[in-house]
């Protein structure tokens, strides 16, 4: 898990992203008043709970909006667009099952500030690079738009309508949600709502011209940059808070429940609805546990824990000075290194070496000594070479 961390990190830092810590929980009525009070998260998923002075408190169940409240909070000092990223644990109840857990990690990015086309296919060029940089190929991008609070409204009437008029064949789950978030009933896995709405009218063809040509740009800009998607009109997210575009990474080898490995979608009223000025965003919530379970499905490799570059062998009492100074300069030139904090045999400390992942052994010992030498093992296929002790540090870093 810390090499995908780490991945992350690296690759939110190349597009441009700061890094971004919230609280692990906020006041409930962030969430109940962005994710919708119908949404599964809010009525079923939510680790609620109150503290000693008689305040609601809920563990981060998703990292948009607690990272969009932080900005209004100090968006003066901010710039526009604000772009952030987060790699943290997130919390929902539900029945433990492989995909989904209580206790998961995300690696999210958000853009706020921008309504420009250009921001969504962004959002989806780092998920797709983080996704496929990790080695996964069986992997799908869907998209949608889900129109606005300007051409919403009246699709939304005429969904409900429809699910009125097929609410007897809809499961007790979908009935609830007719009239608190519809379009969830897209959602539903039980057949019998599947089969209802595969006859539901859908929103693509209720877009007002705006949110139109947003999509088209949207579609335009993901072909541009040659990423392969379907456009899937059925597809919405699962927040109140989502407007016009949404996408989703999926996983061919996963349970088709739980295969969605990165979601998320633009979000232009959210800051509104957290008391702020008009604020569009885009963003997506990438989930790490779902990541490492495709990666083991494809067999593609685990990703490896990521040790020292070089793991510095000493030989002898005499050679100890030695060493020390040249694991201290290693480290001061930024090579992560290591070795052993006891005297042990050349095959103890090698072993030692290969144990920690290093890629190199610097092995001193009274040869090397005498001829203030350094002999260099790779230790992949025990290839080695010895070089003067000075070069030791810069033969290592131009490797490592």
């Known amino acids: 898990m810390l090499a995908l961390y780490q991945d992350a990190h690296q690759l939110a830092n190349r597009f441009g992203y700061r890094y971004l810590e919230t609280p692990a929980f906020e006041h409930t009525e962030l969430f109940a008043r962005t994710s919708g009070e119908g949404s599964d998260v809010v009525t079923k998923e939510m680790y609620t709970f109150e503290d000693k002075g008689g305040r609601s408190l809920t563990l981060r169940p998703e990292g948009t909006a607690p990272v969009t409240r932080a900005y209004l909070e100090r968006r003066q000092d901010l710039p526009t667009p604000f772009k952030a990223y987060y790699v943290a644990p997130m919390w929902r109840h539900g029945r433990p099952q492989a995909g989904r857990l209580r206790e998961f990690r995300h690696f999210g990015i958000e853009v706020i500030g921008t309504d420009a086309p250009g921001a969504d296919v962004e959002a989806m060029v780092v998920g797709d690079k983080f996704l496929r940089g990790r080695g996964l190929t ?15 409204p009246a699709y939304r009437e005429l969904l409900v309508a429809f699910l009125r008029d097929h609410e007897d064949k809809l499961c007790k789950d979908s009935r609830a949600r007719i009239d608190t978030n519809p379009l969830r009933v897209f959602d539903c896995k039980e057949e019998t709502c599947r089969a209802v709405m595969r006859d539901a009218p859908l929103i693509p063809d209720h877009l007002c011209e705006s949110c ?7 579609q335009a800009g993901l072909k541009f940059e040659g990423l392969a998607f379907e456009h899937d009109p059925r597809l919405v997210r699962g927040l109140d808070y989502y407007t016009r575009t949404a996408f989703e990474f999926v996983s061919e080898v996963l349970n088709p429940a739980q295969a969605t490995v990165c979601g998320g979608g633009r979000y232009d009223g959210l800051a509104e609805e957290l008391g702020g000025e008009p604020t569009p965003g885009i963003g997506f919530g990438l989930g790490l546990d779902r990541t490492l379970l495709a990666l083991d499905e494809e067999g593609a490799g685990l990703p490896s824990a990521r040790g020292a570059a070089c793991f510095v062998v000493r030989i002898g009492d005499k050679a100890e000075q030695v060493a020390r100074e040249l694991l201290g300069d290693l480290r001061a030139a930024g090579v992560a290194a290591s070795a052993s904090f006891e005297d042990r045999p050349l095959k103890a400390q090698l072993k030692m070496a290969n144990s920690s992942g290093a890629r190199y052994a610097a092995i001193i ?22 070089v003067a002790l000075s070069e030791a540090v810069k033969w290592i870093t131009e490797r490592a």
């Open 212 to 218: 139109r040509d947003h999509f088209i740009s949207v």
């Open 365 to 386: 010992g009274e040869k090397e000594l005498a001829a203030k030498q350094v002999t260099l093992k790779r230790l992949s296929d025990g290839q080695q070479e010895t």
């Open 138 to 152: 069986k992997l799908k991008l869907f998209v949608n738009s889900v129109g606005d609070k300007e051409c919403r």
